[in-house]
C-alpha cells in the first residue's frame, strides 16, 4: 500500500503555496520575486530583500523575514554577515494578507523605525493548517505539469 498523501505531495504543497504567497506578499511591499528566497526546512521560512533604508540606520538594508513559528518579522541586515537583527513582529497570524503586511512595513518607515523591544509571537501550529493557510497562494510550475 501507498498513502494517498506522501511526504513529496506535502513538501510540493508548501513549495508552491509559500513561493505563490512570497511572490503575493512582495509585490504588496514593492519589490520583485528577485528579492525573495525560501528555506522549506522545518520550520519553514522565508526572505524578502525591502527597499527600504530607516532614518535611524542609513547604511542598513532592511529586509522581512518569515518563519513557520513567529510569522513576519522586520529585521536589519549587519555589516558583518551574522543573522539579521529583529526590529519588529508583525503577529497576529501566521499567514495574514499581503496588504496586511505591506501596512506593517509602511508603518515602520513613516515612524522611521520600530518602537519598543521586539517579543517573538508563537503562531505556530501543525503544517497542515499551515497548508490549508497557504493554499488559496498556490503557484503552478510549468515544467512539473508537463511532466507525466
Known sequence: MIPLLTGIDRDHGLRSGLT???AAVSAAVGVGEESCTVDLDAPASAYIALDVRLPRHPGRDM???WDER???AFAMETHSGEDLLVMAYLGGELVPSPSRVRRFVAAIR???GPSGEPVPPDLRGDRGELLDRLRRHCRVFP???RMG
Open 63 to 65: 529586509a522581512l523575514l
Open 143 to 145: 515544467y512539473l505539469s
Open 20 to 22: 505563490g504567497y512570497l
Open 70 to 72: 513567529h510569522g513576519w
Open 110 to 112: 513613516s515612524a522611521g
